[in-house]
């Protein structure tokens, strides 16, 4: 069984609406000297595997096929050995 | 100049529908194997402050207060300097 840490996040490129509104919010609440917000995703999945070649294969494409937006978005991800 | 990344997580006694349904759609595309699927939140914010003790004041305030809800989520962060 492994289990996959894995970050999405939007391309530098790309603006962040999202992040735009939480920095000006946190402006607005006083803390003026934030500069930048850029949010993204964590997802953690349990994935049960024979070994850590295949776990890193099939996490891959799920990132690839279904949790990320190639256009948009970048994704890492570190896979570790669970009991 | 330093950059905070943030991981906000819902605290592990806390039901996750998006984390379930995002696995209910992975099984139902053929990914059998995955067992758990959790999502949470990844922020990068960049704050400008003096020196790294300030600004991890800030961040962990900035935390509490408003990018964490306390009663149903965990946070963690790193602090990193920038140019």
Redesign the interface.
Known sequence: ?FKALI?V?LRESVLDPQ?VA?KN??HS?G?Q?????????????????ENRSEAEQ?VRE?CE???SNPVMEDYTFKLEEVA
Chains 1, 2 share one sequence.
């Open positions: 069984m970050f996040t992040g939480v919010s946190l609440l803390y000297e934030v500069q930048e917000v850029r949010i993204g995703k964590q997802l953690e999945v349990l994935i049960s595997c099939r799920i096929k279904i949790l």
